[in-house]
């Protein structure tokens, strides 16, 4: 017990506080043998096989790009939780001893449920121990040249330790660069025919957010079947002209000039029409599709379509591998499509106006932090709700295979579900019995099966000459969906049957299904749509009987747990014509088994309506309560009766901020009237609405000391005045004298720099005496200075 009890501190801080222990112990340890080493020793020493725990990087990728952030997620399976958890990034192949072994950093999302462990900070953990069945964080990739990382998570449930080397709690990615390599030659034989099915997603209910209801459209598809030589888009590139044309304007013709130019690289040129509007039921009309071909060189398949109106959004696949590793060719790809940025357009909603990027960015996928504008913007970073789906499938090979792996009986149904039999060309050496019966169908459902017929092979006289298979397939659906039923067409679940016709004696009853896919040929569904059956209601009909409705619905099972009754009734519609007493049943009443009273302690009402957000702007939190239904005696219930979340309303108004004022600056006039001035700056500018910025500069007058009556402003005097300074002097000289006429002044200087970057400085500048004159008073001979505001910006 004490052990269990100290490998739950090691593996969450929280649970071992909650447990009384201390972590002083460890702390006193040795530098080489840190905390984090024995977090990791702790985890190792109990490994658990379970799968109703998992960790998962969002969109699961298989390296890392140096530096970029991913969302990693630790998971409960439903009905799974956990209490405590870890989590830390290694280098593959350290030990954790040192600083150096951990890679990346993590950021917390909600310091609610996450935060660093107090003795190991490259460790994440929980805030408080308590049921939870998902915790989710940031990690930043490290720089370039770190190599593979593991991912690993420990989870603590209860004294239950799970944690797993290899499986759903660790994660191993390895840096982009380093591990993608080159993709390599294709080893299939033959050719492979694939058809490659759009199912567009984009719709209101789904992306609410500002959908442009009147333009919503998918831009003609474009792409094809290619080699490794030739890149139609890729992430991290740079979009071609012809990328360029579909992105913003959705026209393919430059694109489709582009593959075509591309010759021996290119194979089929993909092409599929607009979809006006984005979204359709499928039983109004069909998804777009195309067939094209691939073979050993040109094995890789590339496609793009504009979501319309964008300002250079777009989805589709690039370069997908459609060759296998065992030499044989892919059956079907099914990938989910978020948007992506060409990186030649600058605007951030779908109705932005046109704003080129200059210089044009590299080709990257849309996140839901990318802008406040953008209608995929998310604060909390979720990730997108994909916006079409991309289903690729093969529907046929030809020539020679040489893949090393047998074909499974997927493979063969894919092989022979599009393509027509040819005639037998089995040869005349191999001697074989007669084909079986086909089998049933392995499908029920108007789902896709397949069935399978036999023969066996009695003789190959030439054992030189290979003789063919001995097992057929062919594609099939359940009984009512075969191909002579109009098998094309895709039918909804039987509605409930409807009431008898007749209310005595034998009736008909009937019900209906409708049509929820049309043949993509446009033909007629020729499977029913209704069907009746006889009923039978009050067998006696006879003047001393009575009649009755059909029973109703059974009741709710009167015990929650446990053993319990439950009824159903129906009502007497009319009494026996003799004045009889009426013998029918009117109620019926049977048993019902609910689970095991001791599994279920907690008996909860549901959830009542969020409360209002807590504030009236900005980010706030709601609350929703449930309450306990069930008897203490039951057990202890730990499940949450309270449930908080976060809630974003509008943003607050931000009034515009200001700093001190500065001190007031020195009088621009050595004499009579002048003006001082100060100067503030604008800390915070106004947001969403908030009050304007007042002034940022203020003046004054200011007064130093009388001027002397030498230094009168009276224009005649000042006339006076220099008239007698040119008749002394020799030269004419461009000295100011105006306000000064017993000297002779320098030019003003230059001003100087300002004492401050930003935030209001001061520059000044000066004039000063070059020569007096003998009937010059001395007091009125004295060096100006001036004084101006400068760099008011705010820092």
Not at 14 to 36: I, V
Not at 347 to 361: A, F, L, M, R
Not at 508 to 514: A, K, L, V
Not at 704 to 714: D, E, I, L
């Amino acid at each position: 017990m004490g052990a269990v009890m100290l490998l739950l501190c090691f593996i969450s801080s929280a649970a071992c506080t909650s447990l009384g222990f201390t972590e002083e112990p460890f702390e006193r340890a040795g530098k080489a043998d840190g905390y984090c080493s024995r977090v990791l020793r702790a985890q190792s020493n109990r490994k658990e096989s379970n799968n109703e725990f998992r960790l998962r990087v969002e969109g699961d990728p298989d390296s890392y790009q140096p530096g970029s952030t991913y969302r990693v997620n630790v998971i409960a399976s439903s009905p799974s939780y956990f209490r405590g958890f870890t989590l830390i990034a290694l280098k593959e192949g350290a030990g954790g001893d040192k600083d150096d072994d951990y890679a990346g950093n993590f950021r917390i999302i909600d310091e609610d449920e996450t935060q660093f462990m107090t003795n190991c900070p490259h460790a994440v953990t929980e805030s408080t121990p308590r049921r939870r069945n998902n915790i989710q964080v940031f990690w930043t990739a490290p720089p370039t040249g770190s190599g593979c990382v593991l991912l690993k998570a420990s989870i603590v449930q209860k004294k239950i330790i799970f944690f797993q080397d290899e499986g759903p709690l660790t994660k191993q990615m390895c840096e982009k660069d380093a591990t993608d390599k080159p993709l390599l030659d294709c080893c299939a034989c033959g050719t492979a025919k694939y058809r490659v099915t759009f199912y567009g997603n984009w719709s209101e209910k789904i992306h609410p957010k500002d959908y442009p209801r009147r333009a919503n459209h998918w831009s003609a598809i474009i792409g094809a079947s290619h080699s490794k030589n030739y890149v139609l888009w890729e992430y991290g590139g740079s979009a071609s002209d012809g990328v360029k044309q579909v992105a913003e304007l959705g026209s393919p013709v430059k694109m489709e000039e582009e593959i075509r130019q591309k010759g021996d690289d290119v194979l089929t040129v993909i092409k599929m029409k607009a979809q006006w509007p984005a979204w359709q039921p499928l039983n109004v009309r069909a998804a777009p599709s195309a067939e094209f071909s691939v073979d050993r060189i040109r094995h890789l398949m590339s496609f793009l379509t504009m979501m319309g109106p964008s300002p250079d959004w777009n989805v589709g696949l690039s370069a997908e591998n459609l060759c296998t590793k065992e030499c044989g060719w892919v059956q079907k790809v099914v990938q989910d499509l978020i948007p992506w940025d060409a990186g030649t357009d600058s605007g951030v909603s779908y109705e932005s106006s046109n704003k080129p990027t200059v210089p044009q960015e590299k080709i990257r996928p849309l996140t839901s932090l990318d802008h406040p504008q953008s209608p995929f913007y998310d604060p909390e970073g979720g990730a997108i709700t994909p916006v079409a789906r991309v289903v690729v499938e093969r529907i046929a090979r030809k020539g020679e295979q040489c893949n090393i792996v047998p074909d499974n009986v997927d493979d063969i149904v894919a092989d022979i579900a599009q393509e027509e039999k040819e005639e037998d060309d089995t040869p005349e050496t191999c001697i074989y019995s007669n084909w079986s019966p086909w089998s049933a169908c392995s499908s029920a459902t108007c789902e896709k099966g397949k069935r399978m017929r036999q023969r066996m092979l009695k003789a190959q006289l030439d054992l030189s000459v290979p003789c063919p298979h001995t097992q057929d397939f062919e594609p099939c659906m359940g009984p009512g969906c075969s191909d002579e039923d109009g098998s094309t067409c895709m039918m909804s679940e039987w509605i409930t049957w409807s009431p008898c016709s007749m209310s005595c004696g034998a009736g008909i009853r009937s019900r209906e299904r409708y049509v929820k896919q049309f043949p993509e040929d446009g033909s007629l569904c020729t499977l029913p749509t209704e069907e009746t059956e006889n009923c039978v209601v009050n067998e006696e009909c006879s003047p001393s009987s009575c009649l009755v409705t059909e029973w109703g619905e059974w009741d709710a099972c009167s015990a929650t747990c446990g053993l319990g009754m439950k009824r159903r009734e129906r009502m007497v519609k009319m009494p026996p014509a003799d004045g009889s007493i009426c013998g029918a049943e009117v109620l019926e009443v049977e048993k019902c088994m609910m689970p095991e009273c001791h599994t279920i302690p907690c008996l909860l009402t549901p959830w009542s309506e969020w409360s209002d957000c807590s504030v009236t702007c900005g980010k706030g939190s709601r609350t929703r309560q449930r309450m306990l239904k069930s008897p203490l005696e039951l057990g202890e219930c730990t499940e949450d009766l309270e449930q908080v979340e976060k809630c974003m309303l509008p943003e607050c108004p931000i009034d515009c901020a200001m700093s001190d004022w500065t001190e007031w600056s020195e009088c621009n006039k050595s004499c009579g009237k002048g003006h001082t001035i100060r100067t503030r700056v604008v800390t915070m500018e106004p947001q969403f609405g908030g009050d304007p910025c007042p002034e940022t500069i203020q003046r004054k007058k200011c007064k130093v000391r009388k001027c002397s009556r030498g230094q009168g402003n009276s224009d005649d005097k000042k006339r006076r005045k220099e008239q007698r300074e040119k008749r002394r002097s020799k030269q004419v000289k461009t000295e100011v004298t105006s306000e000064h006429p017993g000297c002779k002044m320098r030019p003003w200087s230059s001003w100087t720099e300002c004492t401050k970057q930003c935030g209001g400085g001061i520059q000044e500048r000066l004039m000063t005496v070059k020569q007096k004159f003998k009937t010059t008073q001395l007091s009125s001979c004295k060096e100006r200075k001036e004084i101006r505001a400068c760099n008011v910006h705010p820092c």
